[in-house]
T-cell receptor, first 109, second 115 residues
Framework: DAKTTQPNSMESNEEEPVHLPCNHS???????IHWYRQLPSQGPEYVIH???SNVNNRMASLAIAEDRKSSTLILHRATLRDAAVYYC??????????FGPGTRLSVLP | DSGVTQTPKHLITATGQRVTLRCSPR?????VYWYQQSLDQGLQFLIQ???????AKGNILERFSAQQFPDLHSELNLSSLELGDSALYFC??????????????FGPGTRLTVL
């Protein structure tokens, strides 16, 4: 399975942008990059996904490096509700989800 | 609310016992996934069913089994329970089995405690 590496934890101040990095140097051409997050005491929830181009949705933006070996999840204005564990996952066309340890994001008021 | 329901929310049992966890997927979703989340192992994929048939297998122990019924609900059976089986068990569902837009929707989980 393709692997990703993320920092164990990050901190942000409320209402500031947050950039969550993910390295996936062994990504293959058919691997999609998915981001999920897990709020405290809840199951994971989908955030965003992409293949090659940068993506935006109502929750976040995904910036993908030109060589696709890394990506960054961008939360434009962090709120206290965004405190969660963020998982960067590579899938083979949406299959074979492998969750790593993720990045625990703390948001300070 | 993801639309995925899991019962029970909490389960406390003893070593050596057998339990059944139940999951109802979102309306219209054909795929069901089971995950185990423990403190030291993170979120581990166990097994996937699609429209009643086993589709993919992950790190599922032989003591564990699952099935998906014609009404698409799924059950995860855990037998000969050990202390190390204590964990949160999540069920997720998705519309199909592949594709980049095959978003998984997770239920609230069942917390299993084995004493």
């Amino acid at each position: 399975d393709a692997k990703t590496t993320q920092p164990n934890s990050m901190e942000s101040n409320e209402e500031e942008p947050v950039h969550l990095p993910c390295n996936h140097s062994t990504i293959s051409g058919t691997d999609y990059i998915h981001w999920y997050r897990q709020l405290p005491s809840q199951g994971p929830e989908y955030v965003i996904h992409g293949l090659t181009s940068n993506v935006n949705n109502r929750m976040a933006s995904l910036a993908i490096a030109e060589d696709r070996k890394s990506s960054t999840l961008i939360l434009h204005r962090a709120t206290l509700r965004d405190a969660a564990v963020y998982y960067c996952i590579l899938t083979n066309y949406g299959q074979n989800f492998v969750f790593g340890p993720g990045t625990r994001l703390s948001v300070l008021p | 609310d993801s639309g995925v329901t899991q019962t029970p929310k909490h389960l406390i049992t003893a070593t050596g016992q057998r339990v059944t966890l139940r999951c109802s997927p979102r309306s219209g979703d054909l795929s069901v996934y089971w995950y185990q989340q423990s403190l030291d192992q993170g979120l581990q994929f166990l097994i996937q069913y699609y429209n009643g048939e086993e589709r993919a297998k992950g790190n599922i122990l032989e003591r564990f089994s699952a099935q998906q019924f014609p009404d698409l609900h799924s059950e995860l059976n855990l037998s000969s329970l050990e202390l190390g089986d204590s964990a949160l068990y999540f069920c997720a569902s998705s519309a199909s089995t592949s594709g980049p837009y095959n978003e998984q929707f997770f239920g609230p989980g069942t917390r299993l405690t084995v004493l």
